[in-house]
């Protein structure tokens, strides 16, 4: 399968504190797992990725987690800023060329 | 600016019409990829294109069709519109075959059906 699962769909946190979003995937050969960042009405950019040989991997208020075995990854943010109000999507590239993704987060972040 | 060109940036047409989108890759980029954002939806891949061939294909319609030219510009044609084409539509492109590194989003086509 080529399944993406992404939660939660949205989410409210107060500015200053974390916010923490999870995927899973289906395809145990993905091996490449990026996060893009979408604000309202722009393109998606991407904010961090990770690959299958590492678990961990951070720049500055974003890190991102990978499990493996259990195929599932999560995107954190610390100290969230309004500027980080946006929609999240996770991704695992499937079969080296397509890039599956999740059906989004929409995070707000309250002043 | 990703250095990927969307054009155009808007388009209102009527059912049974069809249209064509266009996307410029960004300079050196081979693969060219287009994805389907429905409203509040996620990104489904329809189509990819790596120098000027048809490399996968993904959830695309058989109203719809794509192509990539010597120029490595890549035009996506959709025909028979329906309401349910409604959407934003998406190129992207990267250096390689693979989606295995970044790849840049162009700023989409929102395309309106009525």
């Known amino acids: 399968g080529e399944n993406v699962e992404q939660h939660p769909s949205t989410l409210s946190v107060q500015e200053g504190d974390s916010a923490v979003i999870k995927c899973t995937y289906s395809d145990s050969a993905s091996n490449y797992f990026p996060w893009y960042k979408q604000e309202l009405g722009k393109r998606p950019q991407l904010i961090i990725d990770i690959r299958s040989n590492v678990g961990e991997k951070k720049d500055q208020r974003i890190a991102v987690t990978l499990n493996k075995t259990a195929k599932h990854f999560s995107l954190h943010i610390t100290e969230t800023q309004p500027e980080d109000s946006a929609v999240y999507f996770c991704?695992?590239?499937?079969?080296?060329?397509?890039?599956?993704f999740g059906a989004g987060t929409t995070v707000t972040v309250r002043a | 600016d990703s250095g990927v060109t969307q054009t155009p940036k808007h388009l209102i047409t009527a059912t049974g019409q069809r249209v064509t989108l266009r996307c410029s890759p960004r300079?050196?980029?081979?693969?060219v990829y287009w994805y389907q954002q429905s409203l509040d939806q996620g990104l489904q891949f329809l189509i990819q294109?790596?120098?000027?061939?048809?490399?996968a294909k993904g959830n695309i319609l058989e109203r719809f069709s794509a192509q990539q030219f010597p120029d490595l510009h890549s035009e996506l044609n959709l025909s028979s519109l329906e309401l349910g084409d409604s959407a934003l539509y998406f190129c992207?492109?990267?250096?390689?075959?693979?989606?295995?590194?970044?790849?840049?989003f162009g700023q989409g086509t929102r395309l309106t059906v009525v």
């Open positions: 294109y790596y120098n000027g061939e048809e490399r």
């Open positions: 992207a492109s990267s250096v390689d075959s693979s989606m295995n590194t970044e790849a840049f």
């Open positions: 300079s050196g980029d081979l693969s």
């Open positions: 991704a695992a590239l499937i079969n080296d060329y397509k890039l599956s």
